[in-house]
């Protein structure tokens, strides 16, 4: 049986910089909790500004960072299974 698998990335937050950070500043979804498309996974914090991130498919949330964490646009944050 084959397992499918997607990350789900830190938003991209600055298109000239490719290096740009954020905080990891909410879960909405635990470890194992499963989730649909849609719903809404974490909140990201950058520069002073909220981005809430959404599951891009359904699947069973694998959390990768946690809150508080900094972390560069387009790293893994979770992984859906």
């Known amino acids: 049986m084959t ?10 937050v600055s298109q ?8 990891l500043a909410t879960w909405f979804a635990s470890d194992g ?4 498309e849609g719903d809404l996974l974490a909140e990201v914090a950058v520069d002073k500004v909220d ?3 959404p599951a891009p498919a359904a699947g ?8 508080g964490d900094v972390v560069k ?4 944050i979770a992984r859906l299974e």
Not at 3 to 9: E, G, H, K, L
Not at 60 to 67: I, N, P
Request: hydrophobic share 30%; charged share 25%; glycine share 8%.
């Open 3 to 12: 397992t499918s698998r997607q990350d789900v990335p830190f938003p991209t």
């Open 16 to 23: 000239s910089d490719p290096d740009a950070e954020g905080v």
């Open 33 to 36: 909790e499963r989730v649909s």
């Open 51 to 53: 981005v809430e991130v």
């Open 60 to 67: 069973v949330v694998r959390l990768l960072v946690g809150e």
């Open 73 to 76: 646009q387009g790293t893994p």
